[in-house]
DNA sequence: TATGAATGAGGGTTCATTCAT
DNA sequence: CATGAATGAACCCTCATTCAT
């Protein structure tokens, strides 16, 4: 029936997200992902095709999600001032992948994704990462002004976006040195003010120091 | 005979290095590994006794030789101006992971095991991570001057690192938005002068803002 | 299908107990299994787990069906006289452990599992050894009386039993010693004979000289 | 040098006993052999050429060594009365099979090669087991007279031994029966005893009965 | 639509043995 | 005489997948 295929899908992309998550592609079993879905060890095959072709149908399935929960806009409208667009970029950014709540699996799909890149990279960056980084960069570009050379913006949006993503590569290091953070909804405000002063003290900071005379 | 044993035991570690740092744990097999090392199927399992012990002692020998041939020094003396320790420090930092010719495979299988740790991690925490950080701390907090908060300090720390450690764990993403960027020594150079002035100018503005009243 | 299912278990089975008997626990691979019972090499896995758990399935379906073929009543009735009952006692078991028609691999896999004992021994103890030995002890009791000690009828019942699993560990020896011996039905008769009339003449003399005053 | 050599070997005899008496042979290794005889791993091959011809040597070094310290006179002259003669018979061979700190490891290699013969057996049996049986076929003539036939005579012999062999196979079945039998020496004499006694009431009754007529 | 049974390929590991010293 | 290193075969087991129903 169709409600029940829908639902042994779903149940499957669900149970795969987490098992992916937990164990990366190489030692997620199917065995695995049917027994956490309850359902049949040939459901995946039957559904889906493949082991790969699942994944790749649970990355759809989570970007999807994590973009629908939190949009980038974050209800600020475009006329709010450039530093506030800031603060809403990378505070989204930080639910995003941190929210397991709402957005089980997303982050650490993300990252492992990164890290050992699939072909499900080429649609992630095509269909995700490559307008966000744009947006950063329109950011950016808004508060250093229309007079430092872009080449500059670029590299002070990747400095921007590192100190997010940092804390989600590096996050089993720094649970070990910091074992008190966990990652919360309080970690990710604070998380966020100590981003968004330091990137806007070195935004005007560079400004200053590289503004092309006119 | 004693070269001929180092010889395969290291012939092994080289081979496996490049086998774990392209396929990951789980992915690469010891069949694999032999096959690259030219060496015997069972020769792994004399020489460390599985695969698991293995790649401890790949992590193990990789730390070691980036760190003999990177260090956090980098030729600068103790009496050395603080900003040009923070370059240093990210210079020889990007130097360490991202040179494959002098210690390959160092980069990948750092950030793998961050993003997937396994026991091996707590080790590379102890041995080296955890002084690196310290020492960058040292640095920042001598930029920053003793009247801004300690905590401060670590966030401001952990922006600094990120900036770096992003490189890494984000190459192919970036390598898709930017497919000029190869992360070869004229690489290495811009990107150390990017990473230490933005990190500069925040470290700046952040301390004049935050001192502490005395 | 429960019709295929069961014809695969059960062949690999038969196939197991044949090849376990004929070479050992140790000595039997999985693949002359699966071989012998035309079956795919992983079928013992999906089947049984393991080819441990396969043993002792092995060792319960063949028990099972050598007290089914031959149980130990043998046909009497319970007021049968002693004699009768310790002939048939005698005869059904010589006819258990050498019938390879009826029950191939029993006689073989039961010495090996006494000289070599496993975690199945206890079952085979358990559910039928003891009781076997029981219904000995009482028929040996019947034929000496009441008048002697429990410690000789349990040493004459071993004595007797003896003389039949004799024959079970020694066959390699006897077949070496007398090659005309193949223990085939004919030989069942006669052994059968010569074990009663030796076992009835030990138990009448000992009952005479031991017999305890009233 | 011959001293170390000899001892080495007879290291390797004295370890492999033991651990082919546990084991089996195919569940021994080579490994653990080794380890128990303190040599190093190639040792076997170097002085036995290979795991087989050590099984061999271990069984004639076991055999020899059992013969000699309990011969089958056991100490009795020619000229001793029938009866006795027996019983030294029966209590020597217990002793042979049972006493593990004079002669460790052989009974179990013994009913090891017996439940699975190699081509090992065929020494034993020309070598020791065949002269045995005769000494003892011997032994039951002189007790059941002359006027008894030879096939009865075997059989009888064949009834006698088997309550002896019976303690050796059925050992662990017995340990689990009657916990407390620990084979030592008292229970040695005990079932000697039994044993004697249960075969001497068979043979005179076998032979009143089944006397030929002249 | 959905499932239990079955498959062939390959996994890490252990084995007895051989080789060079 | 003796050994540590190395080998190729085979071990049991697990995998993603396919088949028959």
């Known amino acids: 029936m169709e409600t029940q295929t829908n639902d042994t899908r779903l149940r499957l992309l669900e149970a795969a997200a987490l098992v992916f998550a937990r164990h990366g592609y190489a030692a ?118 229309n007079n430092v050379e872009q080449e500059l913006v670029y590299a002070a949006s990747r400095s921007a976006i590192s100190q997010c993503v940092f804390f989600l590569c590096s996050r089993s290091v720094i649970s070990r040195l910091s074992p008190q953070q966990t990652f919360g909804p309080g970690d990710i405000e604070l998380l966020t003010e100590q981003i968004t002063a330091f990137t806007l003290c070195a935004l005007n900071g560079l400004a200053k120091v590289n503004r092309v005379r006119p």
């Open 28 to 145: 997620s079993t199917v065995r695995m992902i049917c027994a956490q879905a309850k359902v049949n060890g040939a459901a995946i095959n039957y559904h889906f095709g493949s082991k790969d072709e699942l994944y790749h149908e649970v990355l759809r399935h989570v970007r999807r999600r994590a973009y629908d929960t939190y949009p980038t806009t974050h209800g600020l409208t475009a006329v709010a001032p450039p530093h506030e667009k800031l603060r809403a970029f990378i505070n989204s950014f930080l639910l995003r992948i941190f929210d397991e709540e709402r957005n089980p699996g997303f982050g650490t799909l993300m990252i492992r994704e990164m890290v050992e890149p699939t072909s499900a990279l080429d649609m992630l960056v095509e269909e995700g990462i490559c307008s966000l980084f744009s947006e950063l960069v329109g950011i950016v570009r808004s508060i250093m002004g």
